[in-house]
């Protein structure tokens, strides 16, 4: 069967012979022009007019008050978490089924990662399993939850939406809510994605977005914090700008910051790359289509877009029996040029992390064994 799926590949990438990507970036003339005007403008590092113009698209099309552009969606993850107030120490609710940059940005603040299951359907942080750890493992105060054992502080929440799918939302804020845990979303993979017709990213008090080659649209590197509360975005901004005075000539400084802020050129790239991203998203959901309806047709299990979302279709899933039968897919199609890849080793699988204290995770194990990631790049979407 392995050999119908590449043929379909081939198909929709009308590609009969040459390796096809996981995911490959689309751009051209556009973004060669705004990157130019960027380099005309001699604006090419963190100040200029295209990081303010890119953080206002990215505001304007999640329906967020406030974005701040910054290196990578890892920086802005860290900053996020620090902004909300996650202090050495603290514990923070997460997913073990996620990129590593989660789990690292909550060990940046000096935090420890909690790990709980996610939902089969939507891949993502199950509300269910969060309220179940949480009155097992911890108790109201005034101040919020507190891990019943050690004592410490469990500060915030960070859900992800995975491969682009929406967790959700509606349940996991509830239980932020009644636990007093700051809600910050990993939204590094969703740009684009809705629950219930609101983006993802703006349903917690901050949320974060990535820009990586490999995403739905790129500035080379890149992240973005999205936030409606005024105050957190201008902490952002400073903290990812060396935590500098303003001031015309002096340099002054007074704390620790960090050199997070998105460089113009990158910038320049990503708002080309906001023109493009509805012909990107129909786009990939085309390709979404086809896959659906070939795995209908042959009794294969293609990851949907669970009910009331509408997802961004980063990567496309396919879910096989086990582990054995994912593997041996995985290098039949692999041997034949159409490049497939297993999702990420879970966290409480790696050594930095299996220590962490967590629930039961019967869903993520079953998950990484199972899933594997299909080409899912966009057909070219019409723009120069
Ligand atoms: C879930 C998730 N979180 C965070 C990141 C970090 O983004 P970046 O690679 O831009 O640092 C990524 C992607 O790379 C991701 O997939």
Redesign the pocket.
Known sequence: MSEAFVRLVREIYAEPRAPIPLHAPVMGALEKARVGEAIDSTFVSSVGTFVTGFEQAIARFTGAKYAVATV????A?HIALLVAGVEPGDLVITQSL??I??CNAIHYCGAEPVFVDVDEETLGLSPDALRAWLEVHAERRSSGGVDRASGRRIRACVP?HTLGHPARMDAITQVCADWGLILIE?A??SLGSYYNNQHTGTFGLLGVF???GN?VITTG???MIVTDDEALARRARYLTTTAKKPHSWAFEHDEVGFNYRMPNLNAAFGVAQMERLPGLIASKRVVAERYAEWCRANGWHFVREPEGTRSNYWLNALRLPDAEARDAFLDATNHAGVMTRPLWAPMHRLPMYADCPCGPLAVTERLADSLVNIPSSALDNGLA
């Open positions: 990578n969606g890892t920086a993850l996620s990129f940059a989660t992800m990993d590094a993979e990535s820009f990586n995403k590197g890149g992240g």
